[in-house]
């Protein structure tokens, strides 16, 4: 029978703000003094009264507005209520009914190479919890409760159920990070949980009137790009054998969803508490905020501030500077920085092909072999794309630019960028400069000549590879020439002697 997988990615995002998002205790990542970044707001004491961070607000907006959305006119907020040890007020601040933002997409680029739009329902703003510390040392069963990110302001970003394989969710995600770090809304750390993801995960199995569907899992904890794809590829094979073992299926008596965890270490989902369905966290609105609205002016405002998204960067590199698909995805994959490094050697040396070529092959290698960021590369845009113009300006030969870069990088220390300079310098210095001026060829051909009796002679008696001892004297004597034309040259001489 056909199975479809069908998955819907819910993603919290921590935004980069000074503050927390309804009080003014400082919004940093702190696990070595918990319970130090806390007053009575985000601990929900008696009597206080949260404020809303306009920061946080003004991210979201960029946010919702670089994923397609529509932004309503007036948000409001609401308490959603569960017990919890890390939430000590007993109600979490975030947006049930009215979210600020609605109806989006995000582009993403398939297996084939094709892209594809994944639908986003809604992107809403709401306070983090706290973090529960467990003993994991299998000894005690004590669990502590850490209230640092209490607070801390959140974007939740919601797709709808189109995605339709493992590498598609893990696709989403990195386009959806990459994203975020372009607009510099987030740090979008995942190992530090800036960016968390969960997946809900279901199989529609049989076609048209006889199609039926598996109970819906929603998988926590996924933090990292590997652990979306290999939860999702466990729980197809898990959910495929267990309905075609059992027949259960969505809409049984007693059969609802289902929530389960993420284990990196044994490579499977588990079950987990039951999850809870809207009615049982009694939404109602916060009586302690007002609503917030937002006026066209502002968002046609933030909208013409927006940073240019990597999917329309992408698209401007294929049109405009002659890229292929391919190229593109390679270098504005690798991050905002090095798209603006390559658009600054573009700049310089004219040439988006060319350019590419040197960022995706040379560059790229450079810094991985010695670890380093495009920020710390001692290789400024300037020097490459001035290399690269002496290139494509036929001053130096495609070799001798090679030679160029890779005697500035053997020169580079730690802590100090190469000058421009030293790419003219290091031309004439080693007489790199080709040698187009035929005159002064001809002089070097006639001087080499001269000084090879033997070769001469043997090349008369018939000894064509003779010719290579000559070459190489006009090489060092005119560096930089075409060594095919010099070998014509000495030729078509020595037959006329
Ligand atoms: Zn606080």
Known sequence: MTETLIVGLEVH?????????????????NPDAPNTQTCPVCLGHPGSLPV??????????????????????????????????????????????????HDGWLEVTSEDGSRRKIRINRAHLEEDAGKNIHDETGRGNDSQVDLNRT??????????????????AKSYLEELHLLLTFLGVSDCNMQEGSLRCDANIN??????????????????NLNSFRA??????????????????TGRKLGDPGVSKETRGWNANTNKTTAQRGKED???????????????????????????ALPEPPATRRRRFETKLGLSAYDADVIVNQGKALADYYEEVVAISGDGKQAANWVTQDILREMKERSLSIDEFPIPAEVLGTIIQRVVGNKITNKSGREVLSVLLSEADEDQKIEVSRVDALISERGLEVV???????????????????????FKAGKQQAVGAVIGKVMRLAKGADPKAVRELIIKTLQEM
């Open 203 to 220: 199989l529609h199995i049989g076609e048209g009137d006889n199609k039926v569907a598996t109970p819906i899992v929603e998988v926590k």
């Open 52 to 101: 809303m961070n306009e920061e946080a607000f003004r991210l979201s907006l960029i946010t919702a507005l670089a994923i397609n959305c529509e932004i309503a006119h007036f948000t409001k907020w609401d308490r959603k209520q569960y017990f919890y040890p890390d939430l000590p007020k007993g109600y979490q601040i975030s947006q049930f009914d009215l979210p600020f933002s």
């Open 278 to 304: 809207a009615a049982d966290y009694r939404y109602f609105p916060d009586p302690d905020l007002i609503p917030v609205t937002v006026t066209a002016e502002r968002i046609a405002e933030v909208k013409a």
């Open 436 to 458: 187009s001026d035929t005159g002064a060829l001809e002089e070097a051909v006639k001087a080499a000549i001269a000084e090879s009796p033997k070769a001469v002679e043997d």
């Open 13 to 29: 995002v921590q935004l980069l703000t000074n503050t927390k998002i309804f009080c003014g205790c400082v919004n940093r990542f």
């Open 151 to 168: 607070g801390t302001p959140l974007l939740e970003i919601v797709s709808e159920p189109d995605i339709r394989s493992a590498a598609e």
């Open 228 to 245: 979306v794809e290999a939860s999702i590829e466990f729980e197809t094979k898990r959910q495929s054998k267990i309905f075609a073992e």
